[in-house]
């Protein structure tokens, strides 16, 4: 009888123990699952707001890059003007500098040989 009442017991701890685990593993399951079901929304809420996010950027993005691309193109034509101008404006300082420059070498030859001229006594 003792045989038996000790098996008995051997059993009825084993059951128990058994019962823990069980319990312990059904606990970590369900923790797991509250995880995996926390992430899933997460991720859902994640991809809503980045597909949001992507189709108002592009349209922003493309509004805003043809917005900068036309003030890029008049800001480039109004250069183009100003070097233009500044290139005539060049120029005609050019031609007068160098206008002024050859009268005052001729000016200066003219001297060089009267003074020649007049040093040999060639009147």
Do not use: P, Y
């Amino acid at each position: 009888m003792e045989d038996v009442s000790e098996q008995i017991q051997e059993l009825f701890n084993s059951s128990i123990r058994n019962d823990e685990r069980v319990k312990s593993i059904v606990e970590n399951h369900n923790d797991l699952e509250k995880r995996v079901n926390n992430i899933a929304e997460i991720s859902s809420v994640i991809r809503e707001n980045i597909s949001v996010m992507k189709s108002l950027s592009v349209k922003s993005e493309v509004g805003e890059l043809k917005n900068f691309t036309s003030e890029l193109r008049r800001e480039i034509v109004s250069l183009d003007k100003r070097l233009t101008a500044t290139e005539h404006t060049l120029k005609g300082a050019e031609n007068r500098l160098a206008s002024i420059i050859k009268f005052v070498v001729q000016m200066i030859w003219l001297i060089v040989g009267t003074w020649i001229l007049f040093k040999l006594g060639l009147n």
